[in-house]
């Protein structure tokens, strides 16, 4: 195990996270840190992917990825509440706030985005999608869309993952390696 730099602590704190959440954030439920002391979950960050003398700028990645899904997972939650609201007859000032906030996460993060949507299920998956233009690059998350030629649909985020990203039926393995948090932006 390793300990987390002052500078990495305070650019932590500073983002609101102690040093156990970022270890939990990072898929270490037991919150203990098993990453590189400059906060990178990658335990040969340090000279690796920066020199000892640099700043580390794989954490800033990582903060931005996290709050991110957050956002998200806050957004859809009170969507969810909103559309289950009433027996089921929704609650359509809830529901158009949840619109509000998907569509102000998408232009933010995905500003290449054409449109949006919280109904459309991509490859069986609930969550937030967007349309591109091109060819659909056939990846999990990404589907033709037949009614627009030329474009295809893609998963931003998935219902069934945590506040951090991270698919919650494998939350529970604490020592499993992290590969998600952060590696699909680089
Ligand atoms: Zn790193
Ligand atoms: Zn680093």
């Avoid at 899904?69 to 609201?85: F, G, Q, S």
């Avoid at 091109?134 to 998350?141: C, I, K, L, S, Y």
């Amino acid at each position: 195990m390793t300990h987390l730099s002052v500078r990495a602590l305070e650019t932590i704190g500073a983002a609101g996270y102690t040093d156990e959440e970022w270890a939990r954030a990072a898929g270490w439920t037991d919150g203990l840190w098993r990453g590189d002391e400059c906060g990178c979950d990658d335990d040969r960050c340090v000279g690796h992917h920066h020199e000892t003398s640099e700043e580390c700028g794989c954490l800033p990645i990582l903060l931005d990825h996290i709050a991110q899904n957050r956002e998200a997972y806050e957004l859809w939650r009170d969507y969810r509440a909103a559309v289950e609201a009433n027996d089921g007859r929704g609650d359509p000032k809830g529901y158009d706030a949840a619109w509000s906030r998907a569509e102000a996460w998408v232009r933010r993060h995905h500003p290449q985005a054409l449109t949006f949507s919280l109904d459309a299920v991509v490859n069986g998956m609930r969550g937030i999608s967007a349309t591109y233009a091109g060819v659909d690059p056939g990846f999990v998350g990404t589907t033709p869309e037949p009614e627009s030629p030329g474009h295809y649909r893609q998963q931003l985020w998935t219902e069934g993952v945590d506040q951090y990203g991270r698919q919650q039926a494998l939350a529970a393995k604490a020592d499993e390696r992290p590969e998600a948090l952060g590696r699909a932006g680089r």
